[in-house]
């Protein structure tokens, strides 16, 4: 598909963008006396629908979303372009599937959007041990996560294949396109692998197990990684440092945490990017991940004030939209 073909859907998202919480709307909101004063602060900037009332803030937040996506599915020439960014929700859907089964539950209340599996798809196949109705790329994951988490009521080692599993094939779906949509995804399985090999080191993981939690598809590789995690810490803070000194200061000087925020940052930065390139996707991928994060960041205000965490620690939470 040629870059001119999203001429619209670039002038569609510009306009749009006006319409983002500033900073002035977030300092607004973490003043808010509490959850209802930040939901009717919401409600005046046409957040989940101009007009509409909402009984609480996940009914707005699944609103907003799907606003979101909705415009993209009107606006776009060809949605599966971003496969690759709702693959994850496919897979925490999977998750939330074999959790409630396993547990006797009704999965719906923990299923998110969007996605590019029906959440009912995923529950029949888990019913019915029938994986074929699943896409190729989520039948092995499925079945060896639900055997885990049904024969020996493992739960981490059941995330740990599931999350393995969605970071791969979301880094083979990015490469049809390359790109940023590619940069994301790489993005992802370096940020994951690195918190793995950390915290692996700190626990004294087996290789075995530290092996079985990587994703292949990135450097450094599974191989270096698990070599540097058996070894400690300070050996996945020198290969982190062979590849992004920049994330390797973080790690060092400030842990997981401090990593996290500078994964983000290099996230925002691959996204202003994309924002200013006249045209093709990259503007429509910026656009709708500033709208997931200004998501996740409304998000985190309403569980810090429904938890009373004092304002300076949510502040330290919020990214950049």
């Not at 983002?20 to 209802?36: E, R, V």
């Not at 024969?151 to 995330?159: P, S, V």
Request: proline residues 3%; aromatic residues 6%.
């Amino acid at each position: 598909m040629r870059d001119t073909d999203y001429a619209y859907a670039v002038a569609r998202v510009r306009s749009n963008e006006c319409n983002l919480l500033t900073k002035q709307d977030i300092d607004s909101l973490m003043a808010a006396p509490d959850c209802d004063a930040c939901l009717s602060r919401l409600a005046g900037k046409g957040w989940g629908g101009q007009g509409r009332r909402f009984e609480n803030e996940s009914a707005m937040i699944d609103a907003q979303c799907e606003r979101m996506w909705s415009l993209i599915g009107e606006i776009a020439p060809d949605l599966s372009v971003f496969d690759s960014l709702r693959i994850p929700n496919d897979y925490h859907n999977l998750k939330a599937a074999i959790k409630a089964f396993v547990t006797g539950q009704e999965p719906d209340r923990f299923f998110i959007t969007p996605y590019t599996v029906e959440p009912s798809v995923i529950t029949e196949a888990i019913k019915e041990r029938n994986y074929s109705l699943l896409p190729e790329h989520m039948q092995t994951a499925a079945q060896d996560a639900f055997r885990t988490l049904l024969e020996q009521r493992n739960g981490q080692l059941c995330d740990i294949i599931i999350d393995k599993a969605s970071l791969e094939a979301s880094l083979e779906n990015a490469k049809k396109y390359g790109g940023t949509l590619l940069e994301l995804a790489k993005l992802s399985i370096l940020r994951s692998n690195i918190k793995i090999a950390w915290r692996c080191s700190l626990q004294k993981r087996s290789a075995n197990f530290i092996a079985k939690a990587l994703a292949e598809g990135c450097s450094p590789d599974t191989a270096q990684l698990t070599a540097a995690s058996l070894e400690g810490k300070d050996a996945v803070i020198e290969l982190l440092h062979s590849i992004d000194s920049g994330l390797e200061k973080a790690l060092s000087e400030e842990g997981v945490e401090g990593f996290d925020k500078a994964c983000d940052n290099k996230r925002t930065q691959l996204l202003t990017k994309a924002k200013y390139t006249p045209l093709g996707v990259d503007p429509l991928i910026a656009y709708m991940i500033a709208c997931e994060n200004e998501i996740r960041n409304v998000r985190l205000i309403f569980t810090g004030k429904r938890n009373c965490i004092p304002d300076e620690r949510i502040r330290t939470m919020l990214r950049e939209v």
